[in-house]
């Protein structure tokens, strides 16, 4: 299509009017900044695109020398490879390593299992009746008889530390505890009650810290 500024419109774009046809599109370099004005109240040349000038050629292997440069450059810099484990990293305080119990503060709610997405969390308990000094009658107390945490279904969502009311699970820092054997991975109330010697101070309650 032709119009009255010295340009037409063809399947590449905006062309000025010469006695050739324009060179294909691999070949050429577009520039925005030389674009004509589309026509005001014109349907359909809103959007236009840039007016595309002829590239030149490339020097034969200049792209093997821009890849040896980058090369060169990242060999010159100086490694910054941990050497784990003889290193241990340095994790922020609120890293998601392992989930820790506090075995004493939970009521068996089973409130973080019901919760979790994975259903990777497996709680049995019972009742017992105790006696509470100057209550009227004695009181009925559940007791924790198995907390256990697959972590080979464990995403790691902190969605049961997050909802559990009485601070019974903590984020603990330790990632290196792979198993040989995937059914290792279920761990019981008393190895996630080893993990609370981890737990930062700083995620602990008032009262524990």
Known sequence: ???????????????RKTGTAPRPAASRKCDTAAAPEPRSGAPGLEKRRPF??????RVPGSGLVSGLAATA???ARRAVTSQYPERE?????????????????????MLCARECPDWCIYIDSHKETVEVEGAARPRQVNVLDRFDIDFSLCMYCGICVDVCPFDALFWAPDFAYAEGDIRDL???KGRLGEWM???????LPEADA
């Open 186 to 188: 279920l761990h019981g």
């Open 73 to 75: 450059r990242t060999a």
């Open 1 to 15: 299509m032709a119009h009255g500024n010295g340009f037409f419109e063809g399947a590449t774009g905006f062309h």
């Open 197 to 203: 010697g981890n737990v930062p101070p700083a995620a």
């Open 89 to 109: 990293p340095e994790l922020p305080d609120r890293a998601r390593g392992v989930i820790a119990l506090h075995e004493s503060n939970c009521t068996s709610c």
């Open 52 to 57: 595309c000038h002829d590239e030149g050629m």
